[in-house]
């Protein structure tokens, strides 16, 4: 039998460390060719490790939220043959093995004497109904409680027979007689509901990882500023509908996301600052002529953005399948590094959860993002009358630093303007 060494593969682009977010295998388990070992998060996405032999896991080099640089071990496999180490390889890892002192033979040690009842203040004895919490018992049941609390009760001078316990089946546990000595209230009510006091820790590891991040480099690094319109939406409504039911067929279906795209691409000519990074650092603007457009996305696992490439080189219904396939690709965890990266701009949208107003978090380092808010039925006062109209809020951030907020406004009143009078999303300029 021999043993082959599974290193952490380059993803390329400069990778060079990765964080280790799911096991699919653990020491002792078979495994086959082409059988994933491991789920690794790189700065971008996540990658299946899959074993390139057959064999039974000996070793495991990382735990879950450890980050491993690029070509470390991360498991050792028993396989047939000679594998992929040999015995020289392995010294450094026995010699240090052979350092270790050798634990101590085990041997039967004596039974460590029952702890002495914990000491009780003197009170008076215990007074009936004051220990409220668990079930009541019936007439004539006998009080279930530990040896321990039993004596500690006699100790104290509390008749158990008095008392009801907040453990299971009425058990009068230690933290009742706390309770009572201390004089506060039993941890349960007489309404037989319990406190919950439980804390349960959760790391931190993977893609929510990576937002945080993100998040904390997006508000750290860049003063934002946050616009709020509201946009008529009642003809483009009309027109979509109108799209889906005569046009649709084997399409991609219309959402407000191809039209808003459409709309930005055009409000991008006359204000190109808009579609930049911004390189804080060397305090470089990089102003793109392509405009790649982020849609942030939310998964089972988290947010990702994948991105529409090359919205000005494309149309309506091109811009709608693009978002649908996307957006299914990143649902399942199937969009690549290079559909995960490049934006140049960002839309972010809750869709009918959108709210009224949000203030989104620009994604660093770009220098806007429009927020789409829900869209809904309100009265609008068209000068003699109050009339139901469709309405949705535009709530959109700039990188204040940048983007002064005059030219904020324009951007996003350009961008109103369109959706209102949808006709003139198709206009050449």
Not at 277 to 303: C, M, W
Not at 409 to 422: G, N, S, W
Request: no cysteine.
């Amino acid at each position: 039998m021999g043993e082959f060494v599974v290193k952490l593969p380059d993803a390329g682009e400069g990778v060079a460390e990765a964080e280790v977010v799911e096991w699919h295998v653990e020491v002792g388990k078979m495994i086959k060719e082409d059988d994933i070992l491991a789920v690794v998060m790189t700065d971008k996405a996540a990658v299946e490790i899959r074993s390139p032999v057959e064999g039974s896991i000996l070793w495991l080099g990382a735990e879950i939220g450890d980050t491993v640089a690029v070509g470390s071990p991360i498991m050792r496999i028993e396989v047939d043959g000679e594998g992929n180490v040999t015995a020289e390889a392995r010294l450094p890892e026995l010699a240090d093995k052979a350092d270790l002192p050798e634990a101590a033979p085990a041997v039967d040690a004596p039974a460590p004497p029952e702890p002495a009842p914990k000491p009780a203040p003197a009170k008076p004895p215990f007074p009936p109904g004051a220990m409220v919490g668990g079930p009541a018992r019936r007439e004539g049941e006998k009080p279930i409680a530990a040896p321990s609390v039993r004596r500690r009760a006699k100790m104290g001078g509390v008749d158990l027979r008095q008392a009801r316990g907040t453990g299971p089946a009425g058990r009068i546990t230690h933290e009742d007689l706390d309770a009572w000595f201390s004089g506060a209230p039993s941890p349960a009510t007489a309404t037989g509901r319990v406190a919950d006091t439980s804390i349960q820790e959760i790391k931190v590891v993977g893609l929510r990882r990576k937002i945080a991040e993100r998040m904390t480099l997006s508000t750290s690094r860049i003063a934002h500023i946050t616009y709020v319109e509201e946009v008529d939406m009642t003809e483009l409504e009309k027109l979509r509908e109108t799209l889906n039911a005569e046009r649709g067929g084997d399409r991609a279906r219309l959402t407000i996301l191809p039209f808003l795209m459409q709309a930005m691409v055009k409000a991008i000519r006359r204000q190109p600052i808009m579609n930049a990074h911004f390189d804080d650092e060397a305090g470089v603007i990089r102003q793109f002529g392509g405009v790649h457009i982020g849609v942030a996305t939310q998964t089972p696992n988290g947010l990702v953005v994948p991105v529409a490439r090359h919205v000005e080189a494309r149309g309506l219904w091109d811009s709608a399948a693009e978002v649908g396939r996307l957006s299914e690709l990143a649902r399942t965890g199937m969009a690549s590094r290079e559909e995960l990266s490049g934006s140049t701009i960002t839309i972010t949208s809750l869709g009918a959860l959108g709210g009224l107003v949000t203030t989104p978090v620009i994604n660093h380092p770009e220098v806007a993002i429009v927020g789409v808010n829900k869209l809904q039925v309100r009265p609008v006062w068209d000068g003699r009358d109050f009339v139901p109209r469709k309405m949705m809020n535009m709530s959109s951030s700039f990188d204040h630093r940048i983007i002064d907020g005059m030219d904020a406004a324009v951007f996003v009143q350009a961008i109103k303007r369109q959706l209102e009078t949808p006709a003139t999303i198709f206009m050449e300029d």
